[in-house]
């Protein structure tokens, strides 16, 4: 279900607000979106507007995993 997951660069690098950027697949569909305080934020297009909740629930639940771990280690 989630496809390429990468880390781009931060919004406001440096600032106070900075912001980390994500972008994946999902069902051959391209989504962003920030990660910010355990929150996964989407931009447009949302996801949700193209799957399930329960699958969106098990692809932020995902991100949440692989952003905690990238900024931890």
Do not use: A, C
Not at 27 to 37: A, M, P, Q, S
Not at 44 to 50: E, G, N, R, S, V
């Amino acid at each position: 279900m989630l496809q390429n997951f990468e880390v781009i660069t931060p919004l406001f690098e440096g600032q106070v607000n900075e912001r980390i950027q994500f972008k994946l697949n999902i069902e051959g569909n391209d989504y962003r979106g920030i990660f910010h305080e355990q929150e996964v934020q989407w931009f447009q297009p949302q996801p949700h507007t193209k799957i399930e909740k329960n699958e969106l629930d098990v692809v932020e639940s995902s991100v949440r995993d692989l952003m905690t771990n990238r900024i931890v280690h």
